[in-house]
């Protein structure tokens, strides 16, 4: 199981990226794959997640209108696009994964310790 995130990089405010988190090993349909930054320093934030298999999505509220999660099947990828870009958004990007079939014990999202697996993170940095 591998998740390898990409896209990260230096944008001024207002700017956008597309986040992508290609997985291998296992098929995302049958997973929730969330979207997770952390700032050195400071608590990891959820940022969005989807379960793949129907569709659901959520984002956190700092977030909310200015990001897109979305599923490339033919690439077994999950994309996240951030528009508006601000400064606050500068951090760590974790692409993480987690069964569909243990969420629907314990709940949509899924905290971000309930994820299986993770990636080795892509950086974003936003200047003003």
């Known amino acids: 199981v591998q998740l390898v995130e990409s896209g990260g990089g230096l944008v001024q405010a207002g700017g956008s990226l597309r986040l992508s988190c290609a997985a291998s090993g296992f098929n995302i349909d049958d997973h929730v794959i969330g979207w997770v930054r952390q700032v050195p320093g400071k608590e990891r934030e959820g940022v969005s997640s989807?379960?793949?298999?129907?569709?659901?999505?959520d984002y956190a509220d700092s977030v909310k209108g200015r990001a897109t999660i979305s599923r490339d099947g033919a690439n077994n990828t999950v994309l996240l696009q951030m528009d508006s870009l601000k400064p606050e958004d500068t951090a760590v990007y974790y692409c993480a994964a987690v069964s569909d079939l243990l969420v629907a014990d314990v709940g949509f999202p899924p905290r971000d310790d309930e994820y299986a697996s993770w990636g080795q993170g892509t950086e974003v940095t936003v200047s003003s």
């Open positions: 989807t379960s793949v298999r129907d569709g659901r999505t």
